[in-house]
């Protein structure tokens, strides 16, 4: 058998430690405030399949020509903001699997659109003769090309990010912000940089146990799940002989081949990796979306690369550690669009009969993007720290119109319901300051 000692795996999982942890501490970030402009019309719908009306959860929906879009939530729905100035536009629906739909927008109505998608036939020729013969090898030529495939330009993006804490199914903590990220080429060393713009976070400590559960790592958590940019958080040179790779069966995505790779740690290997689904541009090797979560069989070694802090008395441990990216095009090029983490844990005190079970889920979608013609990052005292813990205060949850133009995702309905519970207890809040002499 093949193992590897704590202290040089937890050298190797540096960075997933510092990011992702369940912290039982107190924190305060400072926020920077900004005025949204007005002209902007939005459209809500749903995106499903043609044929069984099933939501498509994470379809893309990109306003055609533009550096615009966002993506449908869990349940598939969608909201999509458009300036006015570009009402006579098309909007470009995606979804792995399925053929590509477009619709103008003078032919959606402002909510309550269904769009459905069909699912993409593959002829046999696609399928039996050009796929390679060494998935492996197809996946270290898509690593390698990265430099001609995806952005070599600085970019800065827009994006939207939200965090969420359940316990069971009540919503505890809800977190939500939009962010500039300095994206540096693909083929640079360098890292990217976030700068907080906008945010708002609400957390129901009534609802949590006696100390508070806090998520390590805000929007990095979802930025370094960006495979392409960031590949030795999972395949370092050395690790990426440890998994096996092999073809399942080739898809569709924008009307273009994609080969499905599957990849698992091989069974002599006893460090927990990570196994799922790697997506692959058949034209030009281009890895266009991955799905995969981390092998958790040993709940101690997990617990350790999790939780940061914790009191004595009580034992923390994931049950599922899970990831998703998707990447975008533009020109020739791909990008990173979109990202999810989910972690699912239960906490046992010593002296309590039951467990609790929680999960944290934290996504971001990029909504729009430019070229970063001088290259310039901001300064270091603006820059979100990879340890960071949002802001405990409910700021912004009063006002229905918080994100003005900004493109977000879609509210799943239990988020909804916890936005407008937050909206009502703040109204309560000061009536009851107002009534105070």
Do not use: C, H
């Not at 939005?42 to 995106?47: A, K, L, T």
């Not at 006579?88 to 309550?112: C, E, Q, R």
């Not at 080969?259 to 002599?268: D, E, G, P, T």
């Not at 069989?297 to 899970?322: G, I, S």
């Amino acid at each position: 058998m093949k193992t590897i000692s704590i202290q040089s795996l937890k050298l190797k999982y540096k960075n997933v430690i510092y990011i992702l942890a369940l912290i039982f501490l107190s924190a305060n970030a400072s926020l920077f405030a900004f005025q949204a402009e007005n002209g902007f019309k939005q459209y809500e719908g749903e995106v499903i399949d043609a044929e069984n009306n099933n939501p498509l959860v994470f379809a893309t929906i990109t306003l055609e020509g533009t550096n615009i879009s966002t993506i449908s939530n869990t349940e598939g729905n969608f909201l999509l903001k458009v300036p006015s100035s570009l009402s006579n536009s098309t909007v470009v629906f995606s979804f792995i699997g399925y053929t590509t739909k477009k619709v103008a927008l003078s032919d959606l109505k402002p909510t309550k659109n269904k769009i459905s998608l069909n699912t993409s036939a593959l002829q046999l020729t696609e399928v039996n003769i050009k796929a390679p013969k060494d998935a492996k090898a197809l996946f270290r030529e898509t690593l390698k090309r990265k430099g001609e495939n995806y952005f070599e330009d600085p970019t800065l993006m827009t994006a939207f990010y939200r965090e969420t804490i359940k316990k069971r199914r009540k919503n505890v903590s809800l977190s939500e912000a939009v962010v500039n990220i300095y994206k540096t080429s693909y083929s640079s060393e360098k890292r990217d940089a976030v700068e907080l713009y906008k945010a708002r976070k609400s957390t129901d400590y009534s609802k949590l146990d006696t100390v508070a559960l806090k998520l390590q790592g805000g929007p990095f958590n979802t930025l370094y799940v960006d495979i392409i940019k960031y590949p030795d958080y999972i395949f370092t040179n050395e690790s990426i002989d440890d998994y096996e790779f092999t073809f399942d069966r080739s898809t569709r995505v924008n009307d273009r081949l994609i080969y499905v790779i599957n990849f698992n740690q091989l069974a002599q290997i006893e460090t927990p990796l990570y196994q799922g689904k790697l997506y692959i541009d058949a034209e030009n090797k281009t890895l266009t979306s991955a799905v995969y979560n981390l092998n958790i069989t040993n709940r101690e070694l997990a617990a350790r690369l999790f939780v940061r802090k914790k009191p004595k008395n009580v034992d923390v441990w994931p049950t599922e550690v899970a990831y998703r990216v998707d990447y975008r095009s533009k020109n020739g090029k791909w990008y990173y669009g979109y990202s999810n983490v989910l972690l699912k844990f239960k906490v046992d005190w010593d002296d309590k009969l039951f467990n609790s079970v929680y999960s944290m889920t934290a996504e971001m979608a990029v909504t729009d993007w430019q070229k970063n013609e001088t290259g310039k990052l901001p300064k270091f005292k603006e820059r979100l720290k990879k340890s960071i813990i949002l802001s405990e205060e409910a700021v912004g949850f009063s006002d229905p119109d918080f994100w003005g133009e900004y493109n977000i995702i879609e509210p799943e309905k239990s988020i909804e319901s916890a936005i407008k519970k937050i909206q009502r207890q703040l109204r309560r809040a000061e009536k009851s300051g107002a009534s105070k002499p």
